[in-house]
């Protein structure tokens, strides 16, 4: 099993930023993918942005320029950086851990709001 607990979301005003934690533990072995993944009130969750492990990162298009996700080996820890939020990027944002290919970890999710 992995355990993702995420932290850092809450209140911010349009234009403003926010980081997002999730720290990993348990089974980390043959994670292959870290990824961030948000769901607003009557959407889909969507992917935000993913890591793998040779650093390769990949965005969605509405938050290219805007969020940059990074990790800490040494920690354990995998970050989102949201930068110029905006009304429209208020959502829960979750965690989400790939394991060999096939297996997939959820945290519980952080809210975010950008409101003024």
């Known amino acids: 099993q992995v355990q993702l607990v995420e932290s850092g979301g809450g209140l911010v005003q349009p234009g403003g930023s926010l980081r997002l934690s999730c720290a990993v533990s348990?089974?980390?072995?043959?994670?292959?993918?870290m990824a961030w993944y948000r769901q607003a009130p009557g959407n889909k969750r969507e992917l935000v942005a993913s890591i793998s492990t040779d650093g390769g990162t990949n965005y969605e298009d509405s938050v290219k320029g805007r969020f940059t996700i990074f990790r800490d080996n040494a920690k354990n820890t995998v970050y989102l950086q949201m930068n110029s939020l905006k009304p429209e990027d208020t959502a829960v944002y979750y965690c989400?851990?790939?394991?060999?290919?096939?297996?997939?970890?959820w945290g519980q999710g952080t809210q975010v709001t950008v409101s003024s």
């Open positions: 989400n851990a790939e394991r060999a290919y096939r297996w997939h970890y």
């Open positions: 348990g089974n980390i072995e043959r994670i292959n993918a």
